[in-house]
Structure formats: structure tokens, C-alpha cells
């Protein structure tokens, strides 16, 4: 399960970066820190489009925990300490998931956050809190926590979450979405992506959920098989 939603996660998340935020700069669209302010003409930048959809999990039935960080990120609060830092010491090392448990979280699986597009590294290199101004395109930039308490989870389990997290993608989308809504300019919205040299277009929700959706389809149908297979006591 842990596999399947950090698909869909990075699935949105690469999406979001290579084909709204680093193709809408070009095309004039503006993101910043201050996107949720009223009357300021921006949308969220991918770190913080991530963080809207961690926050929106966490309030949703599934106990599925989402933190975002790194040992060098821009925002303070996403420092990782204690026992995360040296799991994140490990992931980095070998650019591969840490799995571990939490006496109070109950499983914690930590996955890679690569600059899987160059909007990524610039956008870090060029911010005036950034702590490291030499980030390229694949690093290692930070790392993505899931928590959840459960230590089996079957089929129903595993799809009433990963469907859960889908939605909270959406519902995330959606507040960009209608922020752009509302920019003075109106911007028009379709079932394209924005493009340098031509007229100005946002994709709809349906357009960017195919996408990611398409991006993680692999990964979400190969696990559930995995959630059906019954292990002999």
C-alpha cells in the first residue's frame, strides 16, 4: 500500500512540476509561497502542492500519515531530526525505500524525493532561504514519510486508501485550479497543458488526473494483486 499511494504521490507530483509549473513559468503563470493569499495571482509551488494534498490526507478516515522533508530544505519545519535524519542518512546512500516502525506512528516507510524535473533544482537553487544552491536535475532532494498503525492490510484496506489519496490529489488540484479561476487575467482551462508560444492554457481536473493516474496505474494494479496473495500462517 505504502508502493501504491507514494506511486500516485510522486505520480502528481512529477506531473504538477514538469508539465503545469515549469511549462506555465515560460508561458507567463506565476507560483510562489504566498499562492493562498487573497488577491495574489500565483499557484502553489510543488512543494507546497504536496504539502496541500499531506494535509488533506490527514484529515480523511484512513490513518494515512504524509510528511515532506529534508536535511537541507528551505522551509525550517521540514528539517528531518532524530531517528529520521538517520534514516534519511540510509535512503540516501542507496536511493532506496526505509521501512522501519514508530511506537506511536506504527509503520513508516520513507521513499526518495528526486528532482525529477528541472523547475525542481531551479526553483531550490534560485530561493533566497534555500541552504543548497547547487541541487541537479536527479538528486536526492528530500524524502517522503508515510505512517499508518495497521500492520495487515488486505484488499479492502488497500483500495479504501489508495482511492482515499487519489481523491486528496484531486481535492488539491482543485484548489489550484480554482485559485487560477479568480487571477485577474483570466486564464483558459482545457484539456491541454500549458505551452510557450501559444495562447495561455491550465489543464482541467480530468485532464491532469488522467495523467497521473496513468502514471501510477502500474504500480497501484501490481500491489493490489500482492494485498490478495494469503500467506500461510
Not at 93 to 114: C, I, K, L, N, Q
Request: proline share 9%.
Amino acid at each position: 500500500m505504502f508502493n501504491s499511494v507514494n506511486a500516485i504521490n510522486d505520480a502528481a507530483g512529477t506531473i504538477y512540476t514538469s508539465q503545469v509549473v515549469g511549462p506555465g513559468l515560460k508561458a507567463s503563470l506565476k507560483f510562489g509561497e504566498d499562492w493562498a493569499e487573497p488577491g495574489v495571482d500565483k499557484g502553489p509551488l510543488p512543494a507546497l502542492f504536496l504539502r496541500l494534498a499531506a494535509g488533506k490526507i490527514e484529515a480523511k478516515p484512513p490513518p494515512l500519515g504524509l510528511y515532506l522533508g529534508s536535511d537541507e530544505p528551505i522551509n525550517a519545519s521540514n528539517l528531518f531530526g532524530g531517528e529520521q535524519a538517520a534514516a534519511f542518512e540510509q535512503l540516501k546512500r542507496t536511493e532506496a525505500p526505509v521501512f522501519s516502525t514508530d511506537p506511536d506512528a506504527g509503520f513508516v516507510a520513507m521513499y526518495p524525493d528526486f528532482a525529477s524535473a528541472m523547475p525542481c533544482a531551479t526553483c531550490h537553487n534560485e530561493h533566497e532561504d534555500s541552504p543548497k544552491i547547487d541541487w541537479e536535475l536527479g538528486d536526492v532532494m528530500g524524502a517522503t514519510t508515510w505512517t499508518f498503525p495497521k500492520s495487515t492490510v488486505g484488499p479492502d484496506d488497500y483500495l479504501t486508501t489508495t482511492d482515499a489519496f487519489m481523491t486528496t490529489v484531486a481535492e488539491a488540484y482543485s484548489d489550484y485550479f480554482n485559485k487560477v479561476a479568480g487571477f485577474a487575467e483570466p486564464v483558459e482551462f482545457g484539456a491541454g497543458w500549458p505551452e510557450p508560444g501559444k495562447p495561455l492554457i491550465v489543464p482541467d481536473l480530468e485532464t491532469f488526473m488522467a495523467a497521473v493516474r496513468a502514471r501510477a496505474a502500474e504500480t497501484v494494479l501490481n500491489e493490489l494483486v500482492l494485498t490478495a496473495v494469503v500467506v500461510p500462517e
